[in-house]
């Protein structure tokens, strides 16, 4: 499939130098794979076209960037289950035209009551492992996704929730066409999902098999259970059958999360926190997430001229890949819930700190790397973007993590429970140690940009820890490179892998420098130098996140959308 890119290994990487930053024949400007989306009255950028029209199709009926934003994803849970669902949390911004504010949300759940810290470990010795299992019943926290919907909703949405659910209700009771990348995923998914518990092979396969592309699927069962919610709010999922009918499947089949734990769910309203970068902020949400990642990243490019070093050569890939392990050091360390550890967030995105980590940065790859002291300065996912005629714009991210999540299916609710405890540590003296009632450290972050405190960009780059490198990699190549907002998404892609994880124990630190994967339009001589300075490159096959983004241009009034070229997506507007 062309657009899981073809592996491209070194010794062949001088055929493709010449595709690294390509120019357009006509224009000489630099390569996106189509023209920006523009539209005068709102805009949509999504994974999956039909989600795209859904989000348009609410906004022309009078609905706003909030109610499209929910129907959307409600749409992308039924046809993109290899990303997201109502079984996953979800984070978000939203630019609110009327109070010219950002707002954020943080709709992740937390870790089961009735298990203590002793209990999974006693269930993990028996598993014959120390660390939390990606797939069964002990990686599933409370989905937050639902409350989310319903949080943004009440704050800024505009249509009933019954209107907003329908079209993905009418999509998954009449079937909907499978598209192509996510079949793919899709068919590697259903292998190991379909050993866990409970019902996933009924309810995801067609004859025990994942559907392939342009096949017709249907989910009666999330249907029925995306009616009772459209009907019941939210508490038809945290206080009503849904959760009895959880609650009972947990217990007949060992799992821990219980009634008590969907009613006792809320998500929280946070503030966004910002870096400013060559007269662009750049806004995150607080940690559990990973968002403050790129904003340390940023904090520490800030003192080199990138743009003089240039697009993808070996000296700003260099200085890239070095401030993400410096940055990823501390996340590992410090990013955990709030509610349990405060992270020194404001010494941890200062810019006297980024300047001090800065000096750690030499000619020559770091092999080991710590992560710093910022009290001294303390003062498989989808994407998705939504905006309107009144200006409102919505940066939302939802996933069960890890693709389809734990292969988890209560019968007859027709979605898959998230895996995403599976990303606490089992060192007791970690700050994203397990614990009851605790939200794990989690990857998924949306983005927003503002300039001159206006709003101008709603972006993602989904996937794992691309996320923080992806979202640098965007606003550098807007801000520093002059590319536009497709460009910017289209351009080679590189991401630093083997940095110390949240999931690690405290004591441990990145000691042999990690590697470094880039796209085949990188070029070999690149690489080349990359590994004369002590790093290990390797030409990659895939990985590299899923991008949506619009952009407000004040000037003239209108919306520009872009949409990422190595997935199914889509941007449209009108």
């Not at 224009?27 to 005068?40: D, H, K, L, M, W």
């Not at 906004?59 to 996953?88: F, S, V």
């Not at 949390?89 to 203590?116: E, F, T």
Request: glycine letters at 10%; charged letters at 20%; proline letters at 5%.
């Amino acid at each position: 499939m062309k657009r899981l890119y073809s592996y491209v290994a070194l010794s062949l990487g001088l055929l493709c130098a010449n595709a690294a930053y390509s120019f357009d024949r006509i224009t000489g400007q630099s390569f996106a794979s189509r023209s920006e989306v523009i539209a005068s009255e709102a805009m949509a950028a999504t994974s999956q076209p039909l989600a795209t029209q859904i989000a348009l199709d609410v906004m022309k009926r009078g609905g706003n960037a909030i109610d499209a934003a929910i129907a959307a994803n409600a749409a992308l849970g039924l046809m993109e289950p290899t990303g997201n669902g109502i079984g996953g949390d979800l984070y978000a911004m939203v630019w609110h035209a009327k109070s010219q504010k950002l707002y954020g949300l943080n709709a992740s759940g937390r870790s089961p009551l009735g298990l203590s810290y002793d209990m999974l470990a006693n269930e993990l010795k028996k598993l014959g492992r120390d660390t939390i299992p990606a797939h069964g019943m002990l990686p599933i926290s409370v989905p937050g996704a639902v409350d989310g919907w319903f949080e943004l909703h009440s704050k800024f949405g505009s249509l009933p929730m019954t209107d907003i659910l329908q079209p993905a209700i009418r999509y998954a009771e009449q079937g909907f066409p499978v598209s192509e990348l996510i079949a793919y995923y899709w068919q590697r998914s259903v292998p190991v999902l379909s050993k866990q518990p409970g019902d996933f092979s009924a309810a995801f396969t067609l004859d025990g098999k994942a559907p392939a592309k342009g096949q017709i699927f249907k989910n009666p069962a999330l249907a029925n259970t995306y009616k009772a919610i459209a009907k019941d709010g939210r508490d038809a999922f945290y206080k009503g059958d849904i959760a009895v009918t959880i609650d009972r499947f947990m217990r007949a089949n060992g799992g821990y999360l219980r009634f008590a734990d969907f009613a006792n769910h809320r998500s929280d309203w946070v503030e966004p926190v910002g870096v400013e970068y060559k007269g662009h902020t750049l806004w995150e949400l607080p940690p559990n997430g990973q968002g403050i990642a790129a904003l340390q990243m940023l904090q520490i490019l800030k003192n080199y001229d990138l743009k003089a070093s240039g697009f993808n050569t070996p000296q700003s890939l260099h200085l890239l890949v070095e401030a993400k392990k410096l940055a990823f050091e501390d996340r590992a360390k410090f990013y955990a819930d709030q509610d349990f550890n405060k992270a020194p967030v404001k010494g941890l995105i200062s810019e006297q700190y980024g300047r001090e980590r800065a000096k750690l940065i030499g000619d020559k790859a770091a092999k080991r790397v710590d992560a710093g002291n910022p009290a001294l300065y303390q003062g498989d996912t989808i994407y998705m973007t939504t905006a309107d005629k009144d200006g409102n714009m919505v940066s939302l991210i939802q996933s069960n993590y890890r693709g389809m999540g734990s292969g988890v299916v209560v019968p007859g609710l027709g979605f898959v429970f998230q895996d995403r405890g599976e990303m606490f540590s089992m060192d007791p003296q970690h700050a994203n140690a397990y614990a009851p009632g605790k939200r794990p450290f989690h990857t998924i972050i949306p983005a927003f940009v503002t300039k001159d405190d206006k709003p101008l960009i709603s972006f993602g780059v989904m996937g794992g820890a691309m996320q923080p490198q992806g979202h640098v990699q965007i606003l550098v190549n807007m801000v520093d490179y002059g590319m536009n907002l497709q460009e910017a998404g289209d351009a080679p892609r590189w991401q630093h892998l083997g940095n110390t994880e949240p999931t690690d124990a405290s004591d441990k630190y990145l000691e042999n420098g990690g590697y470094i994967e880039v796209e085949s339009g990188v070029p070999y001589e690149t690489a080349r130098e990359l590994m004369h300075k002590g790093h290990a490159v390797r030409y990659g096959l895939g990985g590299y996140g899923g991008y949506q983004a619009i952009m407000r241009d004040h000037a003239n009034g209108v919306w520009i959308g872009a949409s990422e070229s190595r997935k199914d997506g889509q941007a449209a507007g009108y």
